[in-house]
T-cell receptor, first 111, second 115 residues
């Protein structure tokens, strides 16, 4: 079947470990950021978002950290599960009219 | 199912033919986006609608591409005189547009193959 993860950087973790996926964004004017998960053959699925007036936001098993100084975004997944295996994209926008997606990271969870 | 739907799911066409894709967003979502995605890449923004108004269009979108959202509900993306380089997954997404969150809900995409 089709894979969205070809030629992407890959992060391999053991089931139960924590995962950290990083993203560098380019536009210093961006004020809203989203992390998406994409499984093969499916559209991206929203995970968590963060506005630029925050530096940390937590969800269920996920945490997003934003460092505006170095234009860096990270996604932390606690107790990674096999179902977390997918490609993860960060996206940024400055005005909600255009969203720019990063190139993605493939997460491979080993049982 | 109240998610975003796209039709067709797959389209195979010959170079030079015109194709049209349809996106049905989540009901009452004001914002609708079209993206293109190729293997190993993130989605690439094509165009954006706020209700029926097309407010942004990527400069990557040639004159062969046109999108409409005539009644502020479903949208169509047409590609005229298709080229092999148009082969990609075309994704549609919608969001509430209320300002509280801009979570975009994506459809399953339309896979276009131009022979």
């Amino acid at each position: 079947g089709e894979s969205v993860g070809l030629h992407l950087p890959t992060l391999s973790v053991q089931e139960g470990d924590n995962s950290i996926i990083n993203c560098a964004y380019s536009n210093s004017a961006s004020d809203y950021f989203i992390w998406y998960k994409q499984e093969s053959g499916k559209g991206p699925q929203f995970i968590i978002d963060i506005r630029s007036n925050m530096d940390k936001r937590q969800g269920q098993r996920v945490t997003v950290l934003l460092n505006k100084t170095v234009k860096h975004l990270s996604l932390q997944i606690a107790a990674t599960q096999p179902g977390d295996s997918a490609v993860y994209f960060c996206a940024e926008t400055a005005n909600f009219n255009k969203f720019y997606f990063g190139s993605g990271t493939k997460l491979n969870v080993k049982p | 199912d109240t998610g975003v739907s796209q039709n067709p799911r797959h389209k195979i066409t010959k170079r030079g033919q015109n194709v049209t894709f349809r996106c049905d967003p989540i009901s009452e979502h004001n914002r609708l986006y079209w993206y293109r995605q190729t293997l190993g890449q993130g989605p690439e923004f094509l165009t954006y609608f706020q209700n029926e108004a097309q407010l942004e269009k990527s400069r990557l979108l040639s004159d062969r591409f046109s999108a409409e959202r005539p009644k502020g509900s479903f949208s169509t993306l047409e590609i005229q005189r298709t080229e092999q380089g148009d082969s990609a997954m075309y994704l549609c997404a919608s969001s509430p547009g209320t300002g509280q969150t801009e979570e975009q809900f994506f459809g399953p995409g339309t896979r276009l193959t131009v022979l």
